[in-house]
């Protein structure tokens, strides 16, 4: 199982991007991919996860209302579409994706098996 995570860069506060996260394969119908961010000198956080099976989400407080995820099931693809970005939410980001998952369990980053290598995102003041 594989995951190409792209999509970042570098933008200014108040600007908007697009992460992408492509799954190659399901472990199982139950798929959940989540996404996370670490930040110089911080532990990893969550951001948002998505499964893939129902399109239930969950979020992270600090992100709500200015982040999307979203899926195409047919691709194994998710989305995390950012908004009214601020210069704390410069991080690398990191998909993660699992098939075991139960929701309350989404958030930690420990449970998942599979990670991407990271995309990172700037916001510059």
């Known amino acids: 199982v594989q995951l190409q995570a792209s999509g970042g860069g570098p933008v200014q506060t108040g600007g908007s991007l697009r992460l992408s996260c492509a799954l190659s394969?399901?472990?199982?119908?139950?798929?959940?991919m989540g996404w996370f961010r670490q930040a110089p000198g911080k532990e990893r956080e969550f951001v948002a996860a998505i499964s893939l099976s129902d399109g239930n989400k969950d979020y992270a407080d600090s992100v709500k209302g200015r982040f999307t995820i979203s899926r195409d099931t047919a691709k194994n693809t998710v989305y995390l579409q950012m908004s009214s970005l601020k210069p704390e939410d410069t991080a690398v980001y990191y998909c993660a994706a699992d098939g075991t998952l139960i929701r309350s369990s989404w958030s930690n980053a420990a449970q998942y098996d599979y990670w991407g290598q990271g995309t990172l995102v700037t916001v510059s003041s």
């Open positions: 394969e399901r472990t199982s119908w139950r798929t959940v």
